[in-house]
């Protein structure tokens, strides 16, 4: 049979803090104490270990920490009367905290839930978010005061169309708000009804930033029409509205590459343009051009060549196959966490077998061929073949040697 755990004065603090973990949200709203059990030995047990039973006897009757230690006698027939620790009471909030080492946080949730009550009553209606309260208590209080001062005006003002730069509160600025957009959204998702959007300038009711994109002009007549210019980041409203007619757009996923891709006539590149898939059919001169996709063959790639392809059909992928994959197999890596879960119709389907075969470990544990590891030369036959031609160099034109090739990696 098992013998009863006896609790000392040091494991005692596990159970308050348990207990205070448990109640501290309630405590708030309604302070109250708590009893901790310190076990209940019998006769048999004494003597069994007559010295742990000792030692625990010992260290209650020298208990000098918060709250009363409440005893019970007990009639043992060969031992005679015991008076035996029985309970650690503990009448407030405060000592349950002392105890279970916690009374810095209790007095920090404590202070914050009077600031906090203070400034909006409607709160003591409800049990206190202690994740929103911590992330108030870290802040000195000079800044618990703005961060109430910001929250009243965004209240007030749920749809300014301001910046964070233009909002007219003492000792708020754009690095301020920016650093703190944890508490200032949990605290505009309390007391503000929902639904809540979940974009945290949308939720202020700020100005969006304008979305940007960057693209590069491969081909010399299209950028004569611009000025020259080759690498472009610019807001998407300004790129939808520059007059380029491109007749094909080769999407690429990583800027290295991008930016090592050799002049074509008729092509602009957008490179690293990631999940933002959405954004790229909102410029009109992408709708009219044959779109080429180029990712990393991985999982993650081939779902944002899914993706892409629900905004733009007429997209077609290159070196996006089992065949590229296998072309490489000293050059393959490890995907750290797969994407998984997702309805992947508008994927062929040649591509849809790949990515359920990266997904399933056909060829190994989290296969993955990053865009900047496939063999240059090969990459360049691949654009060859669905895009337009390459600008030849002057030294080509000469019949000079071509450039060396590029290695991204």
Known sequence: MNRPVLPLPTDVVVLAQRRYTRDVAMWLRAPAGCALSLGSPREADARADPAAFAQWLNAWSTWSGPGRVVRESARWRGLGTQDLPSQLVLDAPADVA??????????????????????????????????????VAVLPAVERRQLIALVSWLLAHPDSGLSPREVPVEGIDTKWIE???DVIARMLRLLRPGPHPSDFRALCGFRADPVRLRIRVLCPALRAQLGG??????????????????DAVLVVENLATGLALADRH????????????????????????????????????LTMLGRTRTHLPQLTSVLMDEATLLAHPTQWGVEGSQALGESYGALTAAELDLLVGLQQG???????????????????AALDAVLPPRVST?????????????HTR
């Open 98 to 135: 002392a105890v279970a080492q916690m009374d810095t946080d209790w007095a920090a949730l404590c202070s914050v839930d009077t600031l906090l009550c203070g400034t909006w009553p409607a709160l003591r209606a409800e049990l206190p978010p202690l994740p929103a309260w911590r992330a």
């Open 179 to 181: 650093s703190r957009t």
């Open 229 to 246: 210019l080759r690498d472009i980041e610019a807001p998407l409203t300004e790129l939808a509205a520059m007059p380029l007619r491109p």
């Open 266 to 301: 008729g092509v602009v590149a957008v490179p690293r343009l990631g999940y933002a898939i959405s954004q790229l059919g909102q410029l009109p001169w992408v709708a009219h051009a044959s779109v080429v996709y180029w990712g990393d063959l991985d999982t993650h790639g």
């Open 362 to 380: 056909r060829w190994g544990d989290r296969v993955r061929l990053e865009q900047e590891r496939v063999h240059w030369p090969t990459a360049e």
């Open 394 to 406: 002057p030294a080509e034109q000469r019949g000079a040697a071509p450039h060396p090739t590029i």
